[in-house]
């Protein structure tokens, strides 16, 4: 390792520069370096003999970090380019780091220490949370900006290299971040993250930046704070080799505080022949009434929207993790009939644990306000009621496979995946005693994929005839189920289930590229519906008389006969 300092520069470049404090580079217009006028020179290090990159070394006492430090100008219109040495230019294996500005704050130390890192999580770790303590501590905008280099001779070109790779990663970066925030009381911050890890892109090195537009109080300013650990977890989970959706401390974002929060990431990386593609792209939506997430990726797509404006239906945490964990196999085993690739389920079995990781509810009182819309007030129904309802708020989501024609000799065989969730409730009734909810249910499989004819994994296909030994399966299922509730001053009058479900199978056999086989199996739609009434009224009956005696044996059958409805609702056909 070698450590100079800038009189250790070729002779006509051996002083020190005053710093004039100008402007970092918009995006709309490229910073042109230009020479630097010297001014009165610093007391020089002493050099050694000149290396290889024409950088001479010296031994300098003291932090022996990265310390060049480079201001950008701010447009075309600024002529003079300036640098300030505030420490000793320090090079590692003939490599060095420029500075934007002084890296002076636990931002830069976050920065400067991942600079360093191959992955692309290893390199984000950390940054949300410094960038969000930043515009904490300050409540205004700021900037950085780390250029990992190959030494040069002078400051002028150290200038011109660091603005060429700044901008060839911010327009081609390996992975980009932005948080968006929205106040209550109208004031707007946006933090970005572009890097790019690959030095052979013109340079390796990070950005990040802070606008912040109107005014922070101090409860917003901790309340951004607050989102630090969340903001973290989110992008070391999309930017892993595994990614998954890892936002539920995320969501917990102060509602009192905050309308909106949006996130967006790109992760890059290279194909087989090294070409720069997309591998993960990803965009959460958040406000008081709705999340929405879009994840793509080289194998699919993951869709997922859930509604938060009816907290009525809303069940206990232990009744929302079983609904969750239920759904899940669900989607396991719609996996397994369909032959979907594993990391995308992987991701949007995350996705729809993550959206129904927690639910905000709005503080009520006692009783119905007069006006107050029945779906809005939690607690509208009953434990019996809720034992007809999954807990879960109202949700779309969908997988969707990348269609591949994997089979040459046959190309219009495609192998696809794609499967929708749904559930929509609608909660009707002038009050508590009189009130209605209907919930359904919709699950629906649609896909086509190769099956080698002696193991179940794909078969290798291509031009010969002695590869064309193969099953060609279509899937095609769908099932739903309905809850429907009433009452009338108080009194059950409707509890009813009705479920409904339909799968079909088609197979094309081929051997040695001749087809010799094509079957159905489709067995018929199927359904059920079960008149829960009587029953209802009797529970309810058992429940009032546990109240007054306190029965452990009878209030212990009545949760089983619960917890049998829920999971019968959960199940399906």
């Not at 950088?55 to 201001?71: C, D, K």
């Not at 967006?264 to 993960?280: A, C, H």
């Not at 905000?360 to 009783?367: I, K, N, Q, R």
Request: cysteine-free; aromatic content about 4%; overall charge neutral.
């Amino acid at each position: 390792m070698s450590v100079v300092g800038l009189s250790g520069l070729s002779p006509a470049l051996a002083t020190a520069w005053s710093p004039t404090v100008t402007s970092a580079p918009s995006a709309a217009t490229r910073p042109v370096a230009a020479q630097p006028a010297p001014v009165t020179p610093q007391k020089p290090v002493a050099a050694s003999s000149p290396t290889t990159n024409n950088i001479a070394s010296a031994t300098v006492q003291g932090n022996p970090r990265f310390l060049h430090i480079t201001q950008m100008p701010g447009s075309l219109q600024t002529t003079p380019a300036t640098y300030e040495a505030l420490l000793d230019m320090q090079t590692r294996g003939g490599r060095m780091q420029v500075w934007e500005q002084a890296p002076d704050n636990a931002l830069a130390e976050v920065m400067g220490r991942n600079a360093s890192g191959t992955t692309q999580q290893g390199r984000l770790a950390g940054l949300g949370s410094a960038l969000l303590g930043q515009v904490a501590s300050t409540g205004t905008g700021y900037r950085q900006t780390v250029v990992d280099m190959a030494a040069v001779a002078s400051p002028d070109r150290v200038q011109g290299k660091a603005t060429d790779a700044l901008w060839s990663f911010k327009s081609r970066p390996s992975g980009s971040v932005e948080l968006s925030i929205e106040t209550r009381s109208g004031a707007r911050v946006r933090l970005s993250i572009h890097d790019q890890r690959e030095p052979s892109a013109s340079d390796a090195g990070m950005s990040v930046e802070v606008v912040v537009e109107g005014e922070l109080g101090v409860q917003e300013r901790e309340a951004l704070r607050a989102l630090a650990s969340g903001f973290d977890k989110a992008v070391q989970g999309l930017s892993g080799d595994d990614p998954k959706l890892d936002v539920e401390e995320l969501l917990q974002f102060d509602s009192k505080v905050f309308t909106r929060l949006e996130l967006q990431t790109e992760m890059y990386g290279k194909d087989r022949d090294g070409n720069r593609v997309l591998t993960l792209g990803a965009q959460l939506q958040v406000d008081g009434d709705r999340r929405a997430v879009q994840l793509r990726s080289r194998d699919g797509v993951v869709k997922m929207a859930t509604d938060l404006r009816q907290p009525a239906q809303w069940g206990t945490d232990a009744q929302r993790a079983n609904a969750v964990e239920r759904y899940l196999g669900r989607i396991d085993k719609a996996a397994e009939r369909g032959q979907a690739r594993q990391a995308l389920v992987d991701l949007f079995k995350s996705s729809f644990a993550a959206m129904h990781s927690r639910y905000d509810a709005p503080h009520t009182g006692v009783g119905l306000k007069p006006g107050t819309a029945l779906h809005t007030l939690p607690g509208t129904f009953g434990e019996e009621d809720q034992s007809l309802l999954t807990g879960l708020a109202d949700f779309d989501a969908s997988i969707t496979a990348t269609t591949r024609a994997t089979n040459p000799r046959r190309t219009q065989e495609l192998d696809t995946f794609h499967y929708t969730l749904n559930q929509s409730t609608h909660i009707t009734g002038s009050s508590s005693r009189n009130r209605a909810v209907s919930q359904t249910q919709t699950a629906q499989l649609v896909a086509s994929y190769h099956q080698s004819l002696l193991v179940s994994a794909a078969p290798r296909l291509d031009t010969t005839s002695a590869s064309q030994n193969y099953l060609y399966n279509k899937v095609d299922d769908s099932s739903s189920t309905e809850a429907q509730l009433a009452y009338d001053n108080g009194e059950a009058i409707r509890a009813t289930l009705t479920q409904a479900a339909s799968h079909s199978l088609h197979t094309l056999r081929v051997e040695n590229n001749q087809v010799t086989g094509n079957s159905t199996s489709a067995p018929g739609p199927q359904s059920r519906h079960t008149d829960l009434l009587p029953l209802l009224k009797q529970l309810q009956l058992q429940r009032q008389q546990d109240a007054q005696e306190a029965d452990d044996t009878a209030r212990r059958e009545r949760q089983e006969t619960l917890q049998a409805w829920q999971t019968q609702v959960l199940q399906g056909l």
